[in-house]
T-cell receptor
């Protein structure tokens, strides 16, 4: 079974609709991240969470919100979807906390979102 | 702030040929460095990482990368490419001086096409 799972894998929605993308992990990591990928732009950080009570905005958080329901679950919401939010969305976890300061991020399979 | 540049948007090689994908970074000290691969329709898989020590790093699938401080580079290499290596490759930089943040900065990606 995959360590980081995302649902749904594909989603089509209409402008103005609220949608939620979900991420679950079985790696036992405290840190979780949401990124979006656009062609030619690489991945950009939307939100990140260092634990259930610690949630922070990334570089492109406008139009998004998140919820950390448990250590293993981190959801991304688009309150009112717009076409330029059409993208591939990735959830990631990291193994920070081993004591050596080094950190590696592990990614889910992605959710492809189309906003019409 | 750190930044990452992958100068080649698209590279085409023949199967069996050698490969080098370029990555240049901007950072005030020695960063953490990563290469990820994204196969069509798949998530990001970690190929290799560099934190410190030996500047030549071995990864999965026969890939290696060399950290060159003087050139601010972390180029990815493979001596003989297989058709299954066709994918998009991302270089990423982490910030060891800001471990409370844990941000990864990604390059724009390099698409690798492999001809038979």
């Amino acid at each position: 079974d995959a360590d980081v799972t995302q649902t749904p894998r594909n989603r089509i929605t209409k402008t103005g609709k609220r949608i939620m993308l979900e991420c679950s992990q079985t790696k036992g990591h405290d840190r979780m991240y949401w990124y979006r990928q656009d062609p030619g732009l690489g991945l950009r950080l939307i939100y990140y969470s260092f634990d259930v009570k610690d949630i922070n905005k990334g570089e492109i958080s406008d139009g998004y919100s998140v919820s950390r329901q448990a250590q293993a679950k981190f959801s991304l919401s688009l309150e009112s979807a717009i076409p330029n939010q059409t993208a591939l969305y990735f959830c990631a976890t990291s193994d920070f906390g081993r004591g050596d300061g080094q950190e590696t991020q592990y990614f889910g399979p992605g959710t492809r979102l189309l906003v019409l | 702030a750190q930044s990452v540049t992958q100068p080649d948007i698209h590279i085409t090689v023949s199967e069996g040929a050698s490969l080098e994908l370029r990555c240049n970074y901007s950072y005030g000290a020695t960063p953490y460095l990563f290469w990820y691969v994204q196969s069509p329709g798949q998530g990001l898989q970690l190929l290799l990482k560099y934190f410190s020590g030996d500047t030549l790093v071995q990864g999965i699938k026969g890939f290696e990368a060399e950290f060159k401080r003087s050139q601010s580079s972390f180029n990815l290499r493979k001596p003989s490419v297989h058709w299954s290596d066709a994918a998009e490759y991302f270089c990423a930089v982490g910030d060891p001086l800001g471990t409370s943040y844990g941000k990864l900065t990604f390059g724009q990606g390099t698409i690798l096409t492999v001809h038979p």
